[in-house]
């Protein structure tokens, strides 16, 4: 869906007229926000992937990146992110559970990470004062952390 267009009004004496940029607003907004969570997804899977490689044997394994993902979603505009389904014990060690130890790396990751998480969204949030930074910032497709954009 592209930017909406500012409306016109006009009174019915055709004297007054004025702009209503609500629309305008509330999509870049919303817009700026998934970017927003697009970039902490980023952010977090990155810092989660260098505590999974700290794990004995996990150093140069490949298995780490294929179990951890996020979708950032445009109708619900959302972020998920976690380990996908039974893949490498993921769940499993986050919960502390089947013989596993109790890891908790994603929780900690945000948790550690809350001011940065904040200032990334303040980074993107305060774009909706300069329209022409917000439009440079927005892309309208849906992400995932295979690094495809559906639609």
Known sequence: MPMPKSVTKVSRDGSVTFTSNV?????????LSRKAL???????????IIELKKLP????HKRIYN?????????????????KHNA???VQQELGDRNQPKRSILRDTVYKNIDQIRIITGKYLSAVEDENRA???INEEDYNSEGKMDE
């Open 23 to 31: 629309d305008r607003v509330n999509y870049s907004i919303r817009e």
């Open 38 to 48: 697009f970039d902490i997804a980023k952010y977090i899977r990155r810092l989660m």
């Open 57 to 60: 044997g996990m150093k140069k």
């Open 67 to 83: 179990s951890t993902q996020y979708w950032v979603r445009r109708r619900e505009n959302d972020l998920q992110i976690g380990f």
């Open 88 to 90: 490498w014990y993921g």
């Open 135 to 137: 439009l440079g910032l």
